[in-house]
């Protein structure tokens, strides 16, 4: 256009904007910006919107902020477009945060009802959850199918799946999306039974599942041992439905041989798959976590050098180096545990500390592992560690490792393992007994898995 003399309007910059979204070609996106800069179009709400939406699917929620505070003027759109860029990019604080601020001046449509219950869900925050479901009742969107499949995966994640049936339940005719959520929600949580009968029921009605129930159904099978069933679902998913296995279905697959106690299998599926850096980050990682379980370290060393192939981010790996030397640890084996320590000092890869986080009165209180020094209430959460540790005692008859466990310290790589105290959900847990009445429902979020010495812990204090 511009090469026959012809300038651009907002609705053409917009929509080639929109082409650079979908495309995720940022660097002709900020060709535009500059154009849209030199032509004085910065006041353009469709735009400026455009240019929002673009940089929050390039991931760059700054730049996409920067542009949304440098408006003048902003519609329905624009606030929209915002909070579903921080929901999307995991910034679920900033999302709630600005909705507040939006609902003071706008009424939300179902588009940003639908990304702040996303944001609650990533939060795993119930009591903001129930709010914005509140909102979507009264405002009439509980019937918007998108809508109810997102609730039902906010509860889910925020450990009440009871109500994630109710939501369920109240749809008169559920679409494929709600069915999904439902049938991925209940195999989250080890109801693989009702996972079954809500996929049946599915196809019963004549709808077609997609890539993510049928990936819902195979981790159904993997929490309930059905490895070689869910075999045959992954080897019949294309003939029976059309829909060939991608590397979340392999991976969970291999998860699935791996609980079971199947690792050659498991291997030798691995070694069949082609992967991105990324994908095969999450595929190596399962099966080095299902060989710690079974004390396999000779396919943990396997694992161990695929990943030093792929090179995949720093900050990424830290998890799987950290499995591996515990199962060296686990196993004695010290020199192998002080060689996978030495290979996470020479790559530059950091831990990231445990933590835990549990809401009271609409407060999330966050815990880290081993750090009692800023742990509310920490006098009386001592006392009741102590009480816990002999209850647990009288209970399983040996002493547990609930008041201390031996694990890395994120600031340094000994040759010795370092103390660092009690492990943040047990914490959390500590701190829900004290701040609820008897007899409530504790609710405890971790950003890693909980420790399985901890779970006699767990049962004995409830």
């Known amino acids: 256009?511009?090469?026959?003399?012809?300038?651009?309007?907002?609705?053409?910059?917009?929509?080639?904007?929109?082409?650079?979204?979908?495309?995720?070609?940022?660097?002709?996106?900020?060709?535009?910006?500059?154009?849209?800069?030199?032509?004085?179009?910065?006041?353009?709400?469709?735009?400026?919107?455009a240019l929002v939406n673009m940089y929050g699917k390039a991931n760059n929620v700054d730049a996409a902020r920067k542009v949304f505070d440098g408006m003048a003027e902003r519609n329905l759109y624009t606030w929209g477009t915002m909070i579903c860029v921080y929901a999307q990019n995991a910034?679920?604080?900033?999302?709630?945060?600005?909705?507040?601020?939006?609902?003071?001046?706008?009424?939300?449509?179902?588009?940003?009802?639908?990304?702040?219950?996303?944001?609650?869900?990533?939060?795993?925050?119930?009591?903001?959850?129930?709010?914005?479901?509140?909102?979507?009742?009264r405002l009439?969107?509980?019937?918007?199918?998108?809508?109810?499949?997102?609730?039902?995966?906010?509860?889910?994640?925020?450990?009440?799946?009871?109500?994630?049936?109710?939501?369920?339940?109240?749809?008169?005719?559920?679409?494929?999306?709600?069915?999904?959520?439902?049938?991925?929600?209940?195999?989250?949580?080890?109801?693989?039974?009702?996972?079954?009968?809500?996929?049946?029921?599915?196809?019963?009605?004549?709808?077609?599942?997609?890539?993510?129930?049928?990936?819902?159904?195979?981790?159904?099978?993997?929490?309930?041992?059905?490895?070689?069933?869910?075999?045959d679902f992954l080897k019949s998913m294309h003939r029976s439905y059309g829909i060939s296995p991608g590397v979340k279905h392999y991976t969970c697959a291999i998860d699935m041989l791996g609980r079971a106690g199947r690792l050659e299998e498991?291997?030798?599926?691995?070694?069949?798959?082609?992967?991105?850096?990324?994908?095969?980050?999450?595929?190596?990682?399962?099966?080095?976590?299902?060989?710690?379980?079974?004390?396999?370290?000779?396919v943990m060393a396997e694992a161990g050098a695929r990943l030093a192939e792929l090179e995949p981010i720093r900050d990424d790996v830290a998890g799987i180096y950290v499995a591996m030397s515990n199962a060296y640890f686990s196993a004695g084996e010290w020199d192998g545990a002080a060689r996978v320590r030495k290979e996470m000092w020479r790559r530059g890869v950091r831990k990231v500390p445990g933590c835990s986080w549990i809401e009271v009165k609409d407060l999330v209180h966050v815990f880290y592992a081993g750090n009692m020094a800023t742990c509310p209430r920490k006098e009386e959460l001592v006392r009741l560690l102590r009480e816990l540790e002999e209850r647990i005692i009288e209970g399983i008859g040996y002493r547990s490792s609930l008041s201390r466990n031996v694990e890395?310290?994120?600031?340094g790589f000994g040759e010795e393992g370092i103390i660092v105290g009690i492990?943040?959900?047990i914490l959390a847990m500590a701190f829900g007994i004290l701040s609820f009445p008897k007899g409530s429902k504790i609710r405890i979020m971790k950003n890693l898995r909980i420790c399985i010495p901890y779970l006699p812990g767990f049962g004995l204090s409830s």
């Open 140 to 231: 009439g969107h509980d019937r918007n199918d998108v809508i109810a499949g997102g609730l039902i995966d906010m509860y889910a994640k925020c450990g009440s799946i009871d109500y994630s049936h109710v939501v369920f339940a109240q749809i008169s005719a559920p679409t494929l999306i709600p069915y999904t959520s439902m049938i991925v929600s209940a195999a989250r949580h080890g109801l693989s039974r009702l996972s079954f009968l809500l996929f049946d029921e599915m196809l019963d009605r004549g709808i077609r599942p997609n890539s993510i129930t049928l990936l819902g159904i195979l981790h159904a099978c993997s929490h309930s041992g059905l490895s070689d069933a869910g075999l």
């Open 266 to 298: 498991a291997l030798g599926l691995a070694g069949r798959i082609d992967f991105s850096a990324h994908d095969g980050l999450m595929l190596w990682s399962v099966l080095a976590s299902a060989a710690r379980m079974h004390g396999r370290l000779d």
């Open 91 to 137: 910034c679920c604080n900033e999302a709630l945060c600005l909705f507040k601020k939006f609902s003071m001046m706008m009424r939300p449509n179902h588009f940003i009802l639908s990304s702040i219950v996303n944001a609650c869900a990533g939060l795993g925050s119930f009591g903001p959850g129930r709010s914005a479901h509140a909102a979507v009742i």
């Open 423 to 425: 492990h943040s959900e």
């Open 1 to 49: 256009m511009p090469m026959h003399g012809v300038e651009p309007n907002s609705f053409t910059i917009s929509t080639a904007i929109n082409a650079c979204s979908e495309l995720v070609q940022v660097r002709i996106g900020m060709e535009l910006h500059a154009r849209i800069e030199s032509l004085g179009m910065q006041s353009d709400v469709v735009a400026s919107t």
């Open 408 to 411: 890395f310290d994120d600031e």
